[in-house]
């Protein structure tokens, strides 16, 4: 049996991205615009529902840009999900506002509505009501988006979806990113499908997402010369880039389907063995993509094997594996910054692990990771 690497979540191309990146080529489109950016906006339309798409060049601008369509200024408060990325959280700070981070809940572990809105009724009563909220959905689990949506609009909060771990995710049939004012996906070489390095902002409202075309090619005003009445950012997908996105997409329903039998297979594993729980979908309304299987490790039903225990094992097979996001609000650049909750995401940290979920994970991957876990779980003999 080989020792290659197993990857955590690894690039998967589907077969027709180079048709599409040489038509760019042969037709010397290689700027950040042409049919293959207008077309990939367009697919993406299509798989979601949104109205209107901007492609860019990373998720993290897409954050920003919708930051600044809502007008966030230095000063302002943006609350925000703490169990997440620090990509999620660095573009609030980029403009000089201060994140206000919120626990998760324990069933989907994404955003509290209950922490939201205590934290909203207790920034308002000090003067301070948010500018906007930033909602995250972890592995690509949707979260609690109802209630979630109920609070940010009793109080007149726009919401920002970050889906970029979502896409082909859903709650009661509908795209996760569609509920709020804007949606965020991102296409970095570790998800469901890549382009390399990119993004894309979603909204419903033409209007934004016109105006974050303009601001993410330099701001540049309609004159004959290079006018610029704003500051513009250089945040535009490459038609290249959004080539591979394309040949990306035709893919993208088996790459969903490829990952949740990953997920499938994780749960038979652990089904005999104590003290291991997955990441699942609370009920029929959720519709994961996996993008991602997590699972928490409990080591007093485990004989004191531990999240770290196994993620050590498995490194030393040559498997990767990778804790759960560290909470915003234990990270030393945003120690300072308000929260709400208890411990939830502190808990889901100490104790969780993301286990292989690519989608090109083959059977001897499968037989490799198994044996692996089986072992230093004690479970049983290997096979």
């Known amino acids: 049996m080989s020792n290659n690497k197993i990857w955590l979540s690894s690039p998967?191309?589907?077969?027709?991205?180079?048709?599409?990146?040489?038509?760019?080529?042969?037709?010397?489109?290689v700027a950040p615009l042409g049919p293959n950016v207008n077309g990939?906006?367009?697919d993406l339309q299509n798989y979601t529902g949104a109205k209107h798409a901007a492609a860019l060049s990373a998720g993290t601008a897409a954050i920003h840009l919708a930051?600044?369509?809502?007008?966030?200024?230095?000063?302002?408060?943006?609350?925000?999900?703490?169990?997440?990325?620090?990509a999620t959280i660095n573009p609030?700070?980029?403009?000089?506002?201060?994140?206000?981070?919120?626990?998760?809940?324990?069933?989907?572990?994404?955003?509290?509505?209950?922490?939201?809105?205590?934290?909203?009724?207790?920034?308002?009563?000090?003067g301070n009501k948010p500018k906007a909220i930033i909602s995250v959905y972890l592995y690509g689990m949707p979260g609690k988006v109802e209630a979630l949506m109920t609070v940010a609009n009793k109080y007149d909060i726009p919401m920002v979806e970050d889906a970029a771990e979502a896409l082909g995710s859903t709650y009661k049939g509908k795209a996760m990113g569609t509920f709020g004012?804007?949606?965020?996906?991102?296409?970095?070489?570790?998800?469901?499908?890549?382009?390399?390095?990119?993004?894309?902002?979603?909204s419903d409202d033409k209007a934004m997402i016109d105006?974050?075309?303009?601001?993410?090619?330099?701001?540049?005003?309609?004159?004959?010369?290079?006018?610029?009445?704003?500051?513009?950012?250089?945040?535009?997908?490459?038609?290249?880039v959004a080539g591979i996105g394309r040949g990306q997409m035709e893919?993208?329903?088996?790459?969903?389907?490829?990952?949740?039998?990953?997920?499938?297979?994780?749960?038979?594993?652990?089904?005999?063995?104590?003290?291991?729980?997955?990441?699942?979908?609370?009920?029929?309304?959720y519709f994961s993509n996996f993008w991602l299987t997590a699972i928490l490790v409990d080591p007093s039903q485990t004989n004191g094997v531990t999240r770290e225990d196994i993620r050590l094992a498995l490194e030393k097979e040559n498997i990767e594996c990778r804790p759960l996001w560290k909470p915003?609000?234990?990270?030393?650049?945003?120690?300072?910054?308000?929260?709400?909750?208890?411990?939830?995401?502190?808990?889901?940290?100490?104790?969780?692990?993301?286990?292989?979920?690519?989608?090109?994970?083959?059977?001897?991957?499968?037989?490799?990771?198994?044996?692996?876990?089986?072992?230093v779980l004690k479970h049983k003999e290997t096979v």
Request: with cysteine.
């Open 67 to 86: 930051l600044i369509l809502l007008d966030v200024k230095a000063g302002d408060e943006v609350l925000a999900s703490t169990f997440t990325f620090s």
């Open 328 to 375: 915003m609000h234990l990270q030393p650049v945003f120690a300072d910054c308000p929260y709400y909750g208890t411990e939830v995401s502190e808990e889901l940290f100490d104790r969780g692990l993301c286990l292989p979920s690519g989608s090109n994970l083959t059977s001897e991957d499968k037989l490799r990771i198994k044996n692996a876990l089986l072992h």
């Open 40 to 42: 990939f906006e367009k």
């Open 251 to 285: 893919v993208l329903g088996e790459r969903v389907s490829q990952r949740r039998a990953n997920f499938i297979f994780y749960k038979e594993l652990f089904e005999t063995i104590a003290g291991v729980t997955l990441l699942e979908e609370p009920n029929s309304d």
């Open 211 to 240: 105006k974050s075309r303009f601001l993410a090619t330099q701001a540049r005003d309609d004159a004959p010369h290079y006018q610029h009445s704003e500051v513009g950012y250089n945040y535009r997908m490459s038609n290249i």
């Open 12 to 29: 998967h191309m589907g077969g027709n991205e180079m048709k599409y990146v040489q038509d760019a080529y042969d037709t010397n489109w």
């Open 92 to 126: 609030i700070k980029y403009l000089g506002a201060t994140p206000v981070l919120i626990d998760s809940e324990v069933e989907t572990w994404n955003m509290c509505p209950l922490a939201l809105e205590a934290a909203i009724i207790d920034r308002i009563a000090k």
């Open 181 to 202: 004012k804007f949606g965020i996906l991102s296409f970095n070489g570790n998800k469901i499908i890549t382009t390399s390095a990119g993004g894309a902002l979603i």
